[in-house]
């Protein structure tokens, strides 16, 4: 069993930025790979970024790709999501999740465990 806690989100101007941690319970964290999703008002979740397990791969929505960057920290069982240059459409709550098989994916199904979520609003 895997918890996951979700922190940094907040209230930015347009252009600003925005660091996200997600804190993971569990001694496998280091094995799985890690994700984050995002859901706006009235919208569906979608895929953002994903990180393998050993950090070596990362995946980006081409809508964050350049503006985003997802990393982790093994030693401290912890994934980030560091957002510049953030828009108003970045508005939404951000989840991270955790993937059993370690190789990163942008598809929801393939993720076993999620956090709350953490609201990020960004003004115009």
């Known amino acids: 069993q895997v918890q996951l806690v979700e922190s940094g989100g907040g209230l930015v101007q347009a252009g600003g930025s925005l660091r996200l941690s997600c804190a993971a319970s569990g001694r496998t964290f280091s094995t799985y790979a890690m994700g984050w999703f995002r859901q706006g008002s009235g919208k569906e979740r979608e895929f953002v970024a994903a990180?393998?397990?050993?950090?070596?791969?990362?995946y980006y929505a081409d809508s964050v790709k350049g503006r985003f960057t997802i990393s982790r920290d093994n030693a401290k069982n912890t994934v980030y999501l560091q957002m510049n240059s953030l828009k108003p459409e970045d508005t939404a709550v951000y989840y991270c999740?955790?993937?059993?098989?370690?190789?990163?994916?942008?598809?929801?199904?393939?993720?076993?465990?999620w956090g709350q979520g953490t609201q990020v609003t960004v003004s115009s």
């Open positions: 999740a955790a993937d059993r098989l370690g190789g990163g994916s942008y598809l929801e199904h393939r993720y076993d465990y």
């Open positions: 990180i393998s397990w050993t950090g070596s791969s990362t």
